[in-house]
């Protein structure tokens, strides 16, 4: 059963465009989201976070959207530069309970 | 020093080999954890040390044994491995194990190729 959703695998974009990457929750207990960037060979990044007591969180070229009817959360990545590209994960938590849920990951490229 | 180390960076071994891989942080962090990645696929939790305590083992094969001598250190012994066991080994540290915005970071893996 999976918890969290990024049903797009991958994205391409266009340098200085908007990348906005989604992703899908089911379990009503998270109640804070968090997006990672990962380049090959690498661990994962934290790039911004959201409480789920918020609906938005801006920081710099990245922001997360929050929309807890629909339990879906997007990352905005405006604009979009070739150093962008890696796998974006999403992952919820809950915090009375530790273990992050991480979705599969999203591929963006963006192409110059 | 924002950073979680570890090490080795590559380990190549044969299925009646032991090893260790190790994580270490000096973050003041008291949380830890150790992740399984497979390729193109997210990071599967393994174990979570929450103030030098195991206290979550996501059902791990016991040939993968979790140690914390420290608030600091966080090793995983390896024996008896299996081919399937080849992955992208990640250590991870937070604040604690609790509470809201706890964002992890994570170090930047042991590449584990059993033969």
């Known amino acids: 059963d999976q918890q969290v959703k990024q049903n797009s695998p991958s994205l391409s974009v266009q340098e200085g465009r908007i990348s906005i990457l989604n992703c899908d929750y089911t379990n009503s207990m998270f109640d804070y989201f968090l997006w990672y960037k990962k380049y090959p060979a690498e661990g994962p990044t934290f790039l911004i976070s959201?409480?789920?007591?918020?609906d938005k969180n801006e920081d710099g070229r990245f922001t997360v959207f929050l929309n807890k009817s629909a339990k879906h959360l997007s990352l905005h990545i405006v604009p979009s530069q070739p150093g962008d590209s890696a796998v974006y994960f999403c992952a919820a938590g809950n915090s009375g309970n530790t273990p992050l849920v991480f979705g599969k990951g999203t591929r963006l490229s963006v192409i110059a | 020093d924002t950073e979680v180390t570890q090490t080795p960076k590559h380990l190549v071994m044969g299925m009646t080999n032991k090893k260790s891989l190790k994580c270490e942080q000096h973050?003041?962090?008291?949380?830890m954890y150790w992740y399984k990645q497979k390729a193109k696929k997210p990071p599967e939790l393994m174990f979570v040390?929450?103030?030098?305590?195991?206290?979550i083992n996501e059902s791990v094969p016991s040939r993968f044994s979790p140690e914390c001598p420290n608030s600091s250190l966080l090793n995983l012994h390896l024996h008896a491995l299996q081919p399937e066991d080849s992955a992208l080994y990640l250590c991870?540290?937070?604040?604690?194990?609790?509470?809201?915005?706890?964002?992890?970071?994570f170090g930047p893996g042991t590449r584990l190729t059993v033969l």
């Open positions: 959201i409480s789920s007591i918020k």
């Open positions: 973050m003041g962090h008291r949380a």
């Open positions: 040390y929450s103030y030098e305590k195991l206290s």
């Open positions: 991870a540290s937070s604040q604690d194990a609790s509470g809201n915005d706890n964002e992890q970071f």
